[in-house]
């Protein structure tokens, strides 16, 4: 009897240190599957990013996304579909709608300004024609030609100082128009504030034209140059 009192003293007192120590908090947590230690350092869930929208007094827009296009931006919700009427130069079109539609533009022709986006001068009054100008008006004749359909989309200011309609473009072909005019060489990344929804990857495009000496990069001395 003396023993077996001895045994079973010695097995509580083996249970009270050992819960006094956390082991069954432990073995349990590890049975469960989680680690060892979550209970004194718990892992805090990560908080999905807030990429949906962003706002500027009453706007709204959706985040870039690539929309499966290798390397490039693919058409976002929300565009609005017009047709070409004809173009100014490398960075300016006429377009129409048969419809007003709120926030974006007016039924009929709207004057638009490409977004992001600078193109060499060739109809400022006074000033001479710059290199690669005509070449520009080219470029953005082959990807978004007189009586095609495009599709826009706003940011956040709608007009510039000038009163056009800031606009991105996507052809028929879902190419994006004002970033393929950077890439090509044919205009150079320019930030328009609060406008800068594609602005991060413009300037990614002009970097690799840029180092690849293509369009303007290659044949002028300078973005500006007079011809």
């Known amino acids: 009897m003396l023993e077996r009192g001895i045994a079973v003293l010695s097995v509580g007192l083996v249970a009270a240190l050992a819960w006094w120590l956390g082991v069954p908090a432990a073995l349990s947590s590890h049975g469960s599957g989680a680690p060892v230690g979550d209970r004194a350092h ?14 500027h007094g009453t706007a709204t827009r959706d985040a870039p996304h690539d929309g499966g296009v290798p390397g490039g931006v693919g058409v976002p919700r929300r565009t609005v579909p017009v047709t070409v009427v004809r173009l100014v130069d490398g960075d300016t079109l006429i377009v129409r709608s048969p419809v007003a539609v709120p926030g974006v533009l007016a039924a009929g022709e709207t004057r638009v300004r ?8 060739s109809v400022e009054p006074g000033a001479p024609v710059e290199c690669y100008a005509h070449r520009a008006t080219e470029e953005l004749a082959r990807l978004a030609p007189p009586g095609s359909e495009v599709s826009v989309l706003p940011d956040l200011d709608l007009l510039d100082p000038y009163g056009r309609t800031l606009l991105y473009v996507w052809n028929a072909h879902g190419d994006f128009v004002n970033l393929q005019l950077v890439r090509s060489g044919a205009a150079e990344a320019v930030l328009y504030e609060p406008n800068d929804r594609y602005i991060d990857v413009m300037r990614r495009a002009e970097a690799g034209a840029r180092a690849s000496g293509v369009g303007l990069w290659g044949r002028c001395d300078y973005f500006g140059q007079p011809s």
């Open 42 to 55: 718990p892992v805090r869930p990560i908080r999905p990013a807030t990429h949906g929208t962003a706002t």
């Open 114 to 121: 490409l977004l992001e986006v600078d193109t060499p001068e």
